[in-house]
């Protein structure tokens, strides 16, 4: 419970509206988890590039969202070891 309730664990989600694709602000959270066969690992992981890799996140939309419709879209980041270049990942229909 401890690691739920821990802001260095949590991201806040960010809004954007479908009309004019303007940034809202709001409290919907994210606890993102990366795991490896040895266990959980935290941001600024390093792996092996042979590691398999489960990725996950819980949600928690913010109240003044409950019942209204919704789009998700998850991008994660990833900076090679060695290297300033930031790689982004989004999923899509196919994962």
């Not at 309730?5 to 806040?12: E, H, T």
């Amino acid at each position: 419970m401890d690691d739920i309730l821990n802001p260095a664990v949590v991201s806040r989600g960010l809004g954007i509206k479908a009309g004019d694709s303007q940034f809202v602000a709001t409290n919907a959270q994210f606890k993102h988890s990366l795991k490896n066969k040895n266990g959980r690992h935290a941001n600024g992981a390093i792996l092996a590039q042979s590691d398999e890799v489960t990725l996950g996140a819980t949600f928690q939309p913010d109240i003044a969202h409950l019942g209204q419709n919704a789009d998700l879209l998850t991008v994660a980041t990833f900076t090679p070891m060695n290297s300033n270049r930031q790689m982004m990942f989004m999923g899509d229909k196919k994962g």
